[in-house]
């Protein structure tokens, strides 16, 4: 599958943004998929993930009650809703597929994950 994502830009905070993330292939229904996010010098991290069938979902505490990950199979997209934006939130954001047959349990762990976005820029100004 090959993953194409969209949406970032420049906010100031407290704003939002709305990250895409659209998949080729006509198997990205069976895939689980996550974001990641990584800040200059700073290791790549989990953001959120999401089930193939959208029914479960998991974030960081970090964005918790704040970004909404969501996914409609019939377009093949995956989204990142991001309210409340945060200067600390400023990083590069990537959509991943999950790898099959993987432990659901290593969901933040970036190396479960097969294929990736080439990343969308995110800068949240104070």
């Known amino acids: 599958v090959q993953l194409q994502a969209s949406g970032g830009g420049l906010v100031q905070a407290g704003g939002s943004l709305r990250l895409s993330c659209a998949a080729s292939g006509r198997t990205f229904s069976t895939y689980r998929m996550g974001w990641f996010r990584q800040a200059p010098g700073k290791e790549r991290e989990f953001v959120a993930a999401i089930s193939w069938r959208g029914d479960s979902t998991y974030y960081a505490d970090s964005v918790k009650g704040r970004f909404t990950i969501s996914r409609d199979n019939a377009k093949n997209t995956v989204y990142l809703q991001m309210n409340s934006l945060k200067p600390e939130d400023t990083a590069v954001y990537y959509c991943?597929?999950?790898?099959?047959?993987?432990?659901?349990?290593?969901?933040?762990?970036?190396?479960?994950?097969?294929?990736w976005g080439q990343g969308t820029q995110v800068t949240v100004s104070s």
């Open positions: 991943a597929a999950f790898k099959y047959g993987s432990s659901w349990s290593q969901l933040t762990r970036f190396d479960e994950y097969d294929y």
